[in-house]
């Protein structure tokens, strides 16, 4: 069995305090990867739980979580990734699946509907489709009608 020190003694107990690599290799004054190594050092030669390499989320348990009310601040916190790889894994999976993203902002397509056919002003058409003021449904209605142009 390997010998401890107290750089790995440090090193794991300021990991379980909840420091991250690179603020305890910044207290030690070590590099980060020799921090991860010495964790897992003492960790191993104590028997303590250690951490475990990063699990990949696929953007179907990602999005059974959205669809479950979770939001993505919270997804994003939970594990442990940026907000953009949260919606990137979810558009992903429901393209490979076929399914809407729900993540699509679809009141343009509906104040272009209420504008078109019902002949509503801009003003009601915000106000019906969830838009801040009339000037804000007005360009998304712009951009909309230049992308089914465009197709």
């Known amino acids: 069995m390997g ?22 290799s910044q207290a030690l004054g070590i ?10 050092k003492y960790a ?4 303590s739980p250690y ?10 348990y990602l999005y059974a979580l959205y669809k479950n009310g979770m939001n993505v601040k919270d997804i994003s916190s939970l594990m ?6 949260v919606y990137l894994r979810v558009k992903k999976y429901c393209e490979s699946q076929g399914i809407p993203n729900p993540f699509v ?3 343009p397509a509906f ?9 509503l002003s801009y003003l009601i058409s915000a106000k019906i489709a969830g838009f801040s003021d009339r000037r804000s449904c007005y360009r998304a ?11």
């Open 111 to 119: 104040a272009y509907k209420l504008s078109t056919e019902r002949r």
């Open 80 to 85: 442990s990734l940026h907000k953009d790889k």
């Open 51 to 60: 951490p475990l390499p990063k699990r990949k989320y696929n953007g179907d």
């Open 31 to 40: 590099k980060k990867d020799q921090v991860k190594y010495r964790v897992v």
């Open 105 to 107: 902002d679809r009141r």
């Open 3 to 24: 010998r401890l020190d107290s750089i790995s003694t440090q090193a794991y107990s300021l990991y379980s305090q909840g420091m991250t690599y690179r603020e305890i």
């Open 141 to 151: 209605v712009k951009r909309y009608e230049a992308k089914l142009k465009s197709n």
């Open 44 to 47: 191993r030669l104590t028997g």
